[in-house]
């Protein structure tokens, strides 16, 4: 398990299963300040042996930069052949309903679960 | 350069509810030491909003209050991040975030001292987006540009999701600063109508 934390945010990176999980509020400052995270999520395009798997379900804010990040991320993985992505995320967080669209638009094979 | 101009959906100001007005002085210490305030700020709007809704305990209620919660939080969020970010700190000009309830609508707007280098460059991207009729495609477009290094500015992409994802009307108020003359005073407001964001009237 690698652990990237701030004040008020954690994202955790579960190499064996290729899922990372975020939680909290991502408000940073711009892609710089987001560079370690979306290392982080490349990471996992190496060699995946399995679907990808964003465990966005306890993310309850995400500013414009953080979804820039996000958007880098699929587009690298839309650009690499053989990969599967998937994002869990849920109803009960208005940002995940309201902005993830955008990114299912530069990846139509994302597979956004939203329960 | 022009007095004033406005641009967008920027009516002149009508009697609000309620209202309620931030003011932070001009930047003391580095941005990047108090960047946390936007958050603490933003966050403090999207509850205090709360109090004027409906009560009420059922499932509908509920959903109304954390919708409009977050979409008033997201909006100050990007507003005074953008405030912040572009703000002229040459001169004592204070940040504003200003917020209004009226019967079916929130205003959040948040105001700021410019240059007229950054004064254009925010016409021309205004222009732009007024003109874009597409914006979900302009969002897109953009951030397969920031992904490929054509535009290192994600700024606007905050703008773009305020007006797609949250639904709300952007107006611009550019005036030149009554003591910097040099410089000019931009205000950025959303206008959220509360039908189109929860699907019901509050």
Known sequence: MKTIGGENFEVRLDEDNFTVFFKGALRLSGMEDYAPILDMLKSTLANPEAPIVLDLRELDFLNSSGITMFSRFVIEARDRSGVTLQFLATEAVPWQHRSLKNLQRLMPSLQICLS | ?202
């Open chain 2, 1 to 202: 350069m022009t007095p004033e101009q406005t641009f967008g959906h920027y009516s002149g100001a009508e009697k609000p509810c309620e209202y309620l007005t931030m003011v932070f002085s001009p930047l003391s210490v580095p941005l990047r030491s108090r960047w946390r305030n936007n958050g603490l700020s933003a966050d403090f709007l999207g509850d205090y909003v709360t109090t004027f809704l409906p009560a009420g305990n059922g499932t509908a209620a509920a959903y109304i209050q954390t919708e409009i919660r977050h979409a008033v939080t997201y909006i100050a969020n990007e507003l005074l991040e953008n405030a912040m970010k572009y703000h002229e700190h040459t001169a004592d000009i204070p940040i504003g975030l200003h917020l209004e309830l009226c019967a079916d609508h929130i205003t959040v707007s948040a105001t700021n001292g410019v240059g007229p280098n950054q004064a254009e460059r925010y016409r021309t991207f205004i222009e732009n987006i007024l003109n874009e009729g597409d914006v979900s495609q302009r969002i897109v477009q953009q951030l397969e540009d920031t992904a490929a290094g054509k535009d290192s500015s994600s700024s606007c992409l905050g703008l773009l999701t305020i007006m797609n994802d949250y639904g709300a009307e952007l107006g611009w108020h550019f005036e030149q600063h009554a003591t910097f003359q040099e410089l000019m005073t931009v205000t950025t407001r959303a206008v959220l109508r509360l039908k189109m964001l929860t699907g019901v009237a509050a």
